[in-house]
């Protein structure tokens, strides 16, 4: 804020220096108050030291097979991060995520190979169990106004538990899967690189949100209800409606990574990723989304997810053992919200 | 002491914008509207006062269609309504500012004045695509605050945390008087504010009026009721004790009737 917007008519006199005097810019205030505005820009720097760092402590790091290779890792959990993210915004949490996928990903696998159903009918019924689970979670949260925590710790468990039911605990592998299915896990080629399409599937939907959260009336409300309910509420914005939704296409972002599971790890396993779920959360708070709801950009998330990507990577290349990984993300975790919270300061 | 509904001269031959029959509110066991009776007249400022649960809110919240009177009779222009929410309210001109402002503060200023009614780009990119016409929404916004001489916001892009108490409540204020074609209703407009803030609003609620917009009012505040006010609805206990005007009664006598000291 400069000090033009908030100074009154020069005849204010006297009022005008309380004012001046209650805003007056330090250099760090001016730095906070851009991160405040651009809550993408800090991982986004931490992104860029971190790769210029690793790039420095070790030359393999750079080259372009292993950048291909952390983002091919970063598919899964950067897809999750983003029906995270929805829900971040609002002001919820969702502990689900990964066992939603699971448990879709083992529909779209079973009925696809012990149904004998085709492909796309399969990947129908996956979508269909990503937004049924949305649902019950926007149902318990909007009707029986439960918080989400509890509510998706309580489905997170009910998830799993039908996945296990639903699959007999056993893995689907990916030969015997159709082709559409597998899809998701094939490389192309562009120039000496080879691109994956389950990334490429991810970059898209962060384009199709990141422009569905800036662009609509949806996206601006998204972040009103996140913000304030009660305002958004008397602003005559429907603030069930908009939960539920939210949740809804979270569910349904949810079924995509179903799809880019199967490709990625070209199976169906009932136990994978659960850990997901928390990767997620990671994701979405080392990318500047604030857990308070209403602030924060689908990009950071992206960013959030790169970032430990490119940590886990570059200290396993420095020979690091995987326990520092697993240290340094918690550092990050940390550090990640503190910086938020000191960015939150600048509320007046 | 002499009080009467029909003072102010005025107002006896032209129909209410707003009235207002017999509302009656319960919550559970307590009674927070006993049959109250309003009218809303054309360019005038109605202030309602009255002290702590005496119905002041409840009365405000059944005009505005956040609560939903138990009985009662509830009239725009002639014409009987029936508000469940607030949007009901909204679509027949009655805009609310709420004491909490309801603002979204990390929202600029743009898609506050818009929020809950934003509006879309013209042709298929608008229709099909349903995208926001951002840069139109914030040329009007400039021209309304433009309109209403609130001089001290700028720039619309400034998210509204990063506001002052007068300039997020002018936002507020600058939302209801765009869209509300009937009537404005100010809740405690100046209960956060300043000396400086707070008459800035008065001059907006004056301003309202002057463009020929009827404003209800409510405060705590007597010197402001009785500085921008033609009329003053008294709540007490509930009911209606009495209707006065600035000119037939002193701040004294209007404290003595809001706290029963005298009778209306």
């Not at chain 2, 907006?204 to 002057?210: A, I, Y």
């Not at chain 2, 009495?242 to 209306?264: E, F, L, N, R």
Request: glycine share 10%; hydrophobic share 50%; charged share 15%.
């Amino acid at each position: 804020m400069t000090q033009q917007q908030t100074a009154g008519p020069p005849s204010a006199g006297h009022a005008d220096l309380a004012e001046e005097f209650l805003d007056r810019q330090t250099p760090l205030s001016r730095i906070r108050n851009i991160l405040h505005r651009y809550p993408a820009l800090s991982p986004a720097i931490v992104l860029l030291i971190a790769v210029v760092v690793f790039g420095l402590l070790n030359d393999r790091f750079l080259r372009v097979e292993n950048l291909s290779l952390i983002t091919q890792q970063v598919a899964m959990v950067g897809t999750l991060a983003i029906a995270q993210t929805l829900i971040i915004l609002t002001a919820g949490i969702d502990l689900s995520v990964g066992a939603v996928m699971i448990l879709s990903s083992m529909v779209i696998a079973q009925l696809a190979v012990s149904n004998g159903i085709p492909g796309p009918i399969a990947l129908l019924a996956g979508l269909a169990v990503g937004l049924g689970s949305g649902a019950l979670n926007g149902f318990l949260v909007t009707r029986f106004r439960l918080p989400p925590f509890i509510v998706t710790l309580g489905t997170l468990n009910i998830f799993i538990a039908l996945t296990l039911l639903y699959s007999g605990g056993s893995t689907v592998r990916g030969s015997a899967m159709p082709d559409m299915l597998t899809w998701l896990g094939s490389t192309f080629p562009i120039g000496p690189v080879r691109i994956s399409t389950g990334v490429v599937m991810m970059l898209l939907l962060y384009v199709a949100v990141a422009f569905i959260l800036g662009k609509t009336a949806w996206g601006r409300h998204v972040y009103a209800v996140g913000d304030d309910k009660e305002a958004a509420r008397l602003a005559g914005i429907p603030v069930n409606r908009v939960l539920m939704s939210v949740y809804l296409a979270a569910g349904a972002v949810l079924a995509i990574g179903a799809w880019i599971q199967i490709g990625r790890t070209n199976a169906a396993s009932p136990n994978a990723g659960v850990d997901l779920n928390l990767d997620s959360i990671t994701a979405v708070v080392i990318g500047g989304t604030s857990l308070f709801g209403g602030r924060g950009s689908i990009w950071g998330s992206l960013l959030g997810a790169l970032i430990v990507g490119v940590f886990r990577n570059g200290l396993s290349l420095a020979g690091l053992d995987v326990l520092y990984q697993t240290l340094a993300v918690g550092i990050l975790i940390i550090i990640a919200v503190s910086v938020d919270q000191w960015i939150r300061k600048v509320k007046s | 002491m002499t009080t009467t509904e029909f003072e102010a001269p005025r107002t006896e031959t032209r129909e209410p914008i707003l009235k207002a029959r017999n509302l009656v509110k319960t919550f559970g066991r307590v009674v927070g509207l006993d049959g109250v009776s309003l009218d809303l007249y054309p360019g005038e400022v109605l202030a309602v006062i009255g002290d702590n649960g005496a119905g002041k809110s409840t009365l405000i919240k059944c005009l505005t269609g956040a609560e939903v009177p138990d009985t009662g009779e509830l009239f725009v222009s002639g014409q009987q309504v029936h508000f469940k929410r607030p949007q009901d309210a909204r679509v027949h001109g009655i805009e609310t500012v709420y004491q909490n402002l309801a603002v979204s503060p990390a929202l600029d200023v743009a898609s506050n004045l818009f929020l809950g009614r934003e509006e879309r780009l013209p042709g298929p990119l608008g229709s099909l695509f349903r995208i926001l016409d951002t840069k139109g929404m914030r040329k009007k916004a400039k021209e309304e605050l433009t309109r209403l001489g609130i001089s001290t916001l700028q720039d619309v892009t400034v998210p509204v945390e990063n506001l002052s108490g007068g300039q997020r409540q002018a936002v507020a204020v600058a939302r209801a008087a765009a869209f509300g074609s009937k009537v404005v209703v100010l809740d405690e407009p100046t209960a956060a504010l300043g000396v400086r803030e707070s008459n800035q609003v008065l001059q907006l609620v004056r301003d309202l009026r002057d463009r020929g917009l009827p404003v209800i009012l409510i405060s705590h505040n007597m010197p402001h009721v009785f500085d921008v006010a033609d009329r003053i609805h008294i709540q007490r206990l509930g009911k209606c004790a009495a209707t006065i005007t600035p000119q037939s009664h002193t701040m004294t006598d209007a404290v003595a009737i809001m706290t029963g000291a005298a009778k209306a």
